[in-house]
């Protein structure tokens, strides 16, 4: 039987990998009996469709779907390669802390800060981008530390290869890589960092070619569909939500360390403009739309190397840790008990609840595809609870993901599948079990998103009530005929007036010559007439095929200045 006077002979190795051991175990157990999030099911599509990117995201969190799919079922089949990579990224935090003279109470410190980092700890069994970012952060962060000591062809090879894992994990890498050279500009003169750089570049380059093959989905979506304006929910909730990344304790602790000490070296200078950069980056983007919480969390690696070296230096500090951050540690533990229940909180947390409502869907329509509309989040789910076909149609009123680039449903056009959605006449309640939902058999499936709309208009100054008589072209790339005039699901030319996702105006155009369908990749092209509507102000104009479904982006769009006389 171990005894306490057994663990405390235990030599700081052995502890290290005992608790190392807990860990990996802890997580193991978590990963099982806890319900995968909505953002999970999703990376577990994107397994299922191995690809050099993806809409939202670089492809690591895909290949980590993939391979763990490969080697477990169940919740594993998403979280056991991310379980495993924070162990391997333990390691190299530890590495980072170059601890000349190691013991079991500094063994013990290192742990009790690294579980208390709330989304830290929640990487190690959750499936996310941010898992592999975390990794391969630790190894860039290691090797660059090594790489100031010896600009050794080993390190130039091993930064170059940790810049470019953290590309392919997330674009978030981008600001690891810029605040580091920001802190250490020197490093520009270094003809071996340069290297580094460049051989990151060739390793990044399939990545490359895919977001020019696709049309650079993942750029223009981060750096501009995600801006939204100012809005002061998004403002005021920031700080609030840092807090719970980090724990409000922790992120205290750090606090009077980068405001009290200065960095003793070159290194150190990087850790702290790291945390000052990612948390001052996200506090500006939250002046231009909502900032998720987790996109800082890669800050957590030098807070918890920063907060060990200076516990270790501040009485003060070390006491706080010991009677304020480690007690924390309890409550971090008995929360990530409870959302392996099913209860309350875990639902409200979206940890349970799930399964038996997408299971009872799958009762509902058996084996048809299911179509839905909204979004990402609910097919993904039901895909990976039932293993069943199903696919999202994107609007202009939610955003384009990674399944207007599968682009599933042209494989069920004209035939049977079950809709997820409101349509006057058609949708009705279908009771299952405890669950409701709202839909309707669809005999002859078609959609409109895949279609594209050229038009001849200039952006300029227009007045309200205007009529407009615009030339178009109407390109039907698919396999199958539209049908404008289709009995379940006809399709209507409509103008778009924009301002944002919020505030959209939807104009019926009259066709000088109607269309009634379009033959398998083919066209038709046309004069609409529709008259600009009671708006005034700066307006973004554009065309839409409304199948009743959704309204779908088919056209570009174009400024116009709309003023009343």
Not at 120 to 138: K, Q, R, V
């Amino acid at each position: 039987m171990i005894t306490t006077r057994h663990i405390t002979q235990i030599n700081w190795k052995t502890l290290f990998l005992l608790l190392l051991a807990v860990w990996f175990g802890i997580n193991i157990l978590q990963a099982i009996f806890t319900e995968i999030i909505d953002d999970e099911s999703y990376y577990a599509f994107w397994g299922e469709h191995l690809a050099w990117g993806y809409y939202d995201h670089p492809p690591m969190v895909g290949l980590i779907t993939h391979v763990s799919a490969l080697l477990l079922g169940g919740n594993l089949s998403v979280r056991f390669l991310t379980v495993l990579i924070q162990i391997f990224t333990l390691c190299l935090i530890w590495k980072l802390l170059n601890e000349k003279a190691p013991s079991t109470k500094k063994v013990w410190l290192f742990f009790v800060l690294s579980a208390s980092m709330i989304m830290f700890s929640a990487y190690g069994f959750i499936t996310t981008a941010d898992a592999p970012l975390l990794f391969f952060a630790a190894l860039f962060l290691w090797i660059y530390q090594r790489f100031l000591k010896e600009e050794s062809w080993d390190n130039v090879f091993l930064l170059g290869l940790s810049m470019a894992g953290m590309m392919y994990s997330k674009y978030h890498a981008v600001l690891v890589i810029g605040l580091i050279v920001l802190s250490n500009l020197r490093l520009l003169t270094r003809y071996k960092f340069w290297l580094a750089g460049i051989f990151a570049i060739i390793l990044l380059v399939p990545h490359l070619l895919w977001q020019i093959s696709e049309g650079f989905p993942g750029f223009s979506y981060h750096l501009t569909t995600r801006g939204v304006g100012f809005v002061w929910k998004y403002f005021l909730i920031y700080w609030p939500n840092q807090l719970v990344v980090f724990n409000p304790l922790a992120f205290g602790a750090v606090l009077y360390i980068l405001f009290k000490y200065k960095p003793r070296d070159v290194f150190e200078r990087g850790l702290h403009v790291l945390i000052l950069g990612f948390i001052g980056f996200f506090f500006v983007m939250a002046f231009r739309g909502h900032v998720e919480p987790h996109w800082t969390v890669a800050a957590t690696i030098p807070m918890i190397v920063l907060l060990y070296k200076y516990s270790l230096r501040d009485r003060k500090l070390l006491r706080f840790v010991k009677y304020g951050i480690a007690p924390f540690v309890i409550l971090v533990f008995v929360v990530r008990i409870i959302l392996a229940t099913d209860n309350n909180l875990s639902r409200t947390l979206n940890f349970a609840g799930k399964e038996a409502k997408f299971k009872a869907l799958e009762t509902l329509v058996g084996d048809l595809p299911v179509v839905f509309t909204g979004n990402f989040q609910n097919p993904s789910m039901y895909r990976f609870f039932t293993k069943q076909e199903t696919t999202l149609l994107s609007s202009l009123t939610y955003r384009q993901t990674q399944f207007d680039i599968w682009q599933k449903e042209l494989a069920w056009q004209g035939q049977p599948a079950f809709v997820i959605g409101y349509v006057p006449g058609l949708s009705q309640d279908f009771i299952v079990g405890n669950y409701k939902f709202h839909g309707f058999f669809c005999e002859n499936f078609q959609s409109a998103n895949r279609l594209s709309i050229t038009f001849d208009l200039t952006e300029g100054a227009y007045f309200a009530g205007d009529t407009l008589d615009i030339g178009f072209g109407i390109r039907n790339p698919q396999p199958n005929e539209i049908d404008f005039h289709h009995p379940e699901l006809p399709v209507t030319l409509k103008a778009v007036y924009y301002f944002n996702k919020r505030t959209m105006f939807f104009v019926d155009c009259e066709l000088i010559y109607p269309i009634k369908k379009l033959a398998p990749q083919g066209g038709e092209k046309g004069m609409l007439r529709t008259i600009i509507p009671d708006l005034e102000g700066e307006f973004q104009f554009g065309l839409t095929l409304d199948n009743k479904l959704v309204q779908p982006v088919n056209s570009r769009f174009v400024k116009l200045q709309i003023k009343n006389r």
